[in-house]
């Protein structure tokens, strides 16, 4: 029997990374004038703030100096925090509030493993703070995902290892580092996300007596 759960926060307890690709683009377009296609969406999705603007500039073929993108970065972070007043408990993605519950009452211990520097903030306005044992600082570790740094932070936060855990994600970089991690991988999304243990379509999917049956086998 598994005894934690390490938790991405966008895209799997809400729905936060269009808040993030909206500020992005609109970062863009004041600085480049220059649009952003959908597609790059996925390439910023569960990695750290710093990691998502070289994958912009990269795109762009932009190179700007070292205070500069500090700066891009930050008057990103500042507009993203400003399109989360809009955060409710009604932002939680369908079935998560209950497969909290559940962990809860099995006596699972609860750590998020974000790359969002704002994770606080965010359980905050979701009401979910309470449920949450740990919160691994991704400031504090030493790689972003696709490395495990950040997984094995949040389990060790509970006082586990993280081959006592499980992680949820639902993007290839995060699964990744679940499985670099030594954590029980549970994805939430497509087929793109086949390299984790198991996988769900969506949250509202997520059965815990699934999980613990693949997790004791």
């Not at 029997?1 to 992005?24: C, E, N, Q, R």
């Not at 955060?87 to 209950?98: E, M, Q, R, S, V």
């Amino acid at each position: 029997m598994f005894k934690g759960a390490l938790f991405d926060l966008d895209g799997v307890i809400a729905d936060t990374a269009v808040f993030h690709f909206a500020a992005w683009r609109n970062l863009v377009k004041k600085y480049f004038d220059a649009d952003l296609p959908d597609e790059l969406e996925e390439k910023t999705k569960g990695v750290s703030r710093e990691d998502s603007l070289r994958v912009i500039l990269d795109h762009l073929h932009i190179s700007v100096p070292s205070e500069e993108f500090s700066r891009l970065a930050q008057e990103k972070n500042e507009a993203y925090i400003e399109a989360l007043d809009v955060l409710t408990p009604d932002y939680i993605l369908p079935g998560i509030a209950d497969f909290i519950q559940t962990l809860q009452e099995k006596g699972i211990k609860l750590a998020l493993a974000s790359a969002s520097k704002n994770g606080p903030i965010i359980l905050e306005k979701l009401g979910l703070a309470d449920a949450f044992d740990a919160i691994a600082d991704p400031a504090k570790v030493a790689a972003g995902k696709p490395a495990p740094d950040i997984f094995k932070a949040a389990a060790q936060g509970l006082g586990l290892a993280p081959e006592e855990c499980i992680g949820v994600e639902d993007a290839v970089a995060g699964v990744t580092a679940i499985n670099a991690s030594g954590a029980y991988s549970v994805a939430v999304g497509g087929e793109e996300l086949d390299h984790a243990k198991l996988r769900f379509e969506s949250t509202a999917d997520l059965d815990f007596d699934k999980i613990t049956e693949a997790f004791n086998s």
